[in-house]
């Protein structure tokens, strides 16, 4: 492996945490999925539910003066995003959602639109998200599935992000980064804060993640450990824990 990239993590606690490939995560995707459980609609959820969680942790109670924006792809780190804006508007946030190419959703982030749509969050379009100013962003735009370098509405929306007075919050991977390797563009987003999912990525260098915390979606141990990990509990009594 490149010595540039991180084999392990480390909690407030003392914890050692390993650092997994994007190859490694499909896999443990694959498993979950096909053979164990958790299925995507559940995984998915815990994703949300942990981001909405860590965002109302940055926010406080002053929730009727803050403003969040969801910047959503089509992969399943824009349905987690989705997810968290439910979950956050149920709460009585002021939530805004873009989803640049909407109609390229299929499977579970369809299904986390669908749900999305019945509760009070707003879905806008590209064109009106300068028309009221966020407090915070969230980056679900591309996450560990990225091939190559963002392009189209994404690229676009990227190098908007990283012009704004907010406080970004990435999903999993910042959006433009190469999950295993940390390699990008110039274009990629630069968070104040990332959330990462399962176990944190071999690419998620701290130059660009800004504060890291890594959220447990209910994958079982034992799926880890058949990729060769050595998986104990990281996160105690708590869902999110910050690694560094």
């Not at 803050?66 to 804006?85: M, P």
């Not at 986390?112 to 707003?122: D, E, G």
């Not at 560990?144 to 963002?150: A, V």
Request: hydrophobic share 40%; aromatic share 6%; with cysteine.
């Amino acid at each position: 492996m490149d010595e540039s990239v991180i084999t392990e993590f480390i909690t407030k606690e003392g914890t050692k945490v390993p650092a997994i490939t994007v190859d490694q995560m499909k896999e443990i995707d694959r498993i979950a999925i096909e053979e164990t459980g958790p299925n995507l609609y559940q995984m998915m959820e815990n994703a949300g539910r942990n981001l909405a969680e860590l965002t109302i942790s940055i926010l406080g109670r002053n929730m009727n003066e803050k403003n969040i924006l969801v910047l959503a792809g089509t992969s399943g780190n824009g349905g987690g995003g989705i997810c968290a804006a439910r979950h956050l508007a149920n709460r009585g946030y002021q939530v805004k959602v873009c989803i640049p190419e909407s109609q390229k959703l299929k499977g579970v982030p369809e299904y986390q639109l669908h749900v999305l749509k019945s509760i009070s969050a707003k879905i806008i379009s590209v064109e009106d998200i300068n028309k009221k100013k966020s407090e915070i962003i969230i980056d679900a735009l591309i996450g560990y599935s990225l091939n190559g370098y963002p392009k189209g509405k994404s690229h676009e929306l990227i190098r908007w992000l990283n012009e704004q007075l907010a406080i970004i919050i990435s999903l999993d991977v910042p959006s433009g980064i190469d999950a295993t390797t940390g390699n990008h563009s110039q274009y990629f987003v630069k968070p104040d804060l990332t959330l990462t999912l399962a176990l944190p990525k071999t690419g998620l260098l701290s130059e660009l993640t800004g504060e890291l915390f890594l959220g447990d979606i209910g994958i079982p141990g034992k799926v880890y450990k058949r990729i060769g990990v050595d998986y104990s509990n990281y996160f105690d009594n708590n869902f999110i824990v910050k690694i560094s």
